[in-house]
């Protein structure tokens, strides 16, 4: 098995390729994170994203259009539960750089309308005036499964884009296994797996806690009494939206969903649901 | 001067003679019209033949469309009886997730993302 590791997207991604020689694969995968990260991040200016929240619209690339064009989807089929202009509520909990970046302050957050109109007309990109998008999470689910396409080529292969897993063909020990904490493990075989959880990525403004999952609905950091949620989906991208919608939803919702995820709660319980055992 | 005339005429005529012979000739006026071509009396008797065997086989189609009628009005409510029993509230079961919990090493670790 080669293994690989490199920084992207703010997060670590790890490779993993059952094949003899995996270099040129994981140069190309490195390649691909910095395109698209190139394409979707929020925090460089010369990016396309930064570009379509400075002017509203944009002529996008096939790649930013797709990933904005799933977004949308994933919010008409939740409900607005998973919502890609979240980007001023984040800037307004304090997320307005990078995460290592980001420093407590005593400045209060603030709550920022979500549910702007976002248009997509072949590659053509408009944004309601006053929202702005963010791709975080669906970006990096979307760039696990597209270096994980790259990989296959070179032979069965996982990528976790720090939460965000995605996985092609199956290895010899017959499943990927992919630690949801120190006691529980998953084998997934095929689809992907992303976790969302208020665990990490979290800071303070004014003494209160923050953390990155914004609840549309508020304009917010959620509140729910899960403290993490692992969900598994058709792929990373489902996987991703999955995961987030149940977390915003809370414990009882989720349990209620039955779809296979995994679920921690603020009181230590850790549960699982939609078949998994 | 007239003689010229007079064989100029001669020839005229004669050419004119020639010619009307040459018609009244080519038109056979002693071959009898009633020889008739034996292939034209074939391919009526074929005519007859295939007329016949087109409304044979149109019995055998509409005999055939009329069973078929029959048997899709019999398929189709099979079709609508089933859908009823499908769309009855039935027990769900989850499908088999991709996933199940495994004691293998951790490949990875899923953190937040």
Redesign the interface.
Known sequence: ?QRHTFQAMG?TF?L?VEAADAKEAFAEAEAEAERLEQIMSRFRPGSELSQLNRDGTIDASPDLAEVVALALDARERTGGRFDPTVHDALVGAGYDRTFDDIAESAAPASASACGGRVTVTGRRIELEPGFKLDL??IG??FAAERIAQLLALTGPS?V??????AVRGVPT?G??????DET????????G?????????RWTRAGVEQHHLIDPSTGRPAETDLV?V?A?GTDAVDA?VLAKVLFLGGSDDALAR?V?AVLVTDDGRTL?T???? | MTNQIARLWTVVVGVVVFFLAWAAIAAHPWQTAATADPRLSTLAARQQVLQRESLQVQKIVDRRWAAYRVALAQRTAQVQAQAQTVSAPVPVTAAAPPARIVSLPPLVITRTS
Request: neutral net charge; glycine residues 22%; aromatic residues 2%.
């Open positions: 098995m997060t790890e993993a975080g999470g990096k689910g996982l976790s884009a720090g939460g965000d897993v020990e499943t990927w296994a992919v630690g949801v529980l493990t998953l084998g997934l075989t095929h689809g797996l992303a976790t969302s959880g208020r665990d990490r990525r993490r692992t598994i991703e039955d296979p699982t939609g078949g998994l055992r």
